[in-house]
């Protein structure tokens, strides 16, 4: 293939019609309408919370807001269409209510929902947890929307992904999945692509922190990185804590995988991810005297 095809990248993203340089990491900050999320489940179902929410993300400098109504946590009761419609529905109109104008994100794997949160909210992005797999027509859709789009990498589903996952290599072995999918995204026309290696979705604590060390390899594909690690098991399991004392870890990782490359850091605390982001830029700027 020539450098034009499968890996032609580039360091910008377009989402509503905006350009984001990514030569500086944006922060997309993560709003649950769900009841049962792994950290902030049933924080923001009620209109004056969510509105909090949203405003202080903002106000720390968000970039992007990713919206879910489906929890993916491990083990997670399926929800119906219907339902995660309902519950976005709701949550959408308010937003939409308060800011018309914010870059939002909808982390769905059900093409309906992701059609209807395009065209309804002028959503501007699909975070698609499933990478494709659990909805046959969701690159179809996605092209024909002209949206960008997160292509994750999990395996299996949230109800059985953290059942013995294994791998020959996790790092090569995803890369390789990738390859194929980013392939056929570019045939049906998606030109924002985001890669999200999808730390904790199938991966044993092992596979999560090879994955962080091999992060670099990504970059290879040549499209933006997104990383997800905010407040996950792979930091309050290994340090036998709770996902509530997590922040420390969560700032730690986001450094390390700011120093191997990450363009997006999806969060669930702004502020703490804006800080992490500047101090690592000027590190990344500041040379040694001579």
Same mark, same amino acid.
């Given at each position: ?86 519950? *976005?529905?709701?949550?959408?109109? $308010?937003? &939409? ?6 870059? !939002? ?5 059900? @093409? ?110 040549? *499209?933006?990185?997104?990383?997800? $690690?905010? &407040? ?6 290994? !340090? ?5 004392? @997590? ?44």
């Amino acid at each position: 293939m020539g450098k034009d095809n499968l890996f032609s990248g580039k360091k910008s993203l377009v989402i509503n019609g905006r350009l984001f340089d990514l030569k500086r990491p944006l922060v997309m900050g993560i709003l649950n309408l769900t009841p049962d999320s792994f950290y902030d489940g049933g924080k923001f179902l009620q209109e004056d919370a969510l509105l909090a929410r949203f405003r202080q993300m903002k106000e720390e400098g968000a970039d992007i807001i990713d919206v879910g109504a489906y929890s993916s946590r491990p083990g997670a009761r399926p929800v119906p269409e219907e339902e995660e419609w309902e519950r *976005l529905q709701k949550g959408l109109d $308010v937003l &939409r209510q308060e800011d018309p104008e914010i870059p !939002l994100s909808v982390d769905t794997f059900r @093409s309906q929902v992701a059609e209807k949160a395009v065209n309804t909210y002028n959503v501007g992005m699909v975070n698609d947890i499933s990478g494709g797999d659990m909805d046959a027509e969701m690159f179809e859709t996605v092209a024909g929307l002209g949206v960008a789009y997160v292509l994750m990498h999990m395996q299996g589903t949230p109800q059985t992904m953290q059942e013995k996952p294994r791998y020959k290599h996790v790092v090569k072995d995803i890369l390789f999945l990738f390859s194929k999918k980013i392939h056929r995204l570019r045939e049906l026309g998606v030109h924002d692509i985001v890669l999200d290696p999808g730390f904790g979705f199938g991966k044993t604590l092992k596979h999560n922190y090879q994955l962080l060390k091999g992060l670099r390899a990504f970059r290879e594909t040549g *499209l933006p990185l997104m990383v997800g $690690v905010s &407040r996950k098991s792979m930091i309050w399991k290994l !340090l036998d804590i709770t996902p509530e004392e @997590s922040l420390t870890g969560t700032v730690v990782l986001h450094t390390l995988a700011l120093v191997e490359g990450a363009d997006i850091l999806r969060v669930h605390d702004v502020k703490a991810a804006r800080e992490a982001i500047e101090i690592v830029e000027y590190w990344k700027k500041t040379e040694l005297e001579g």
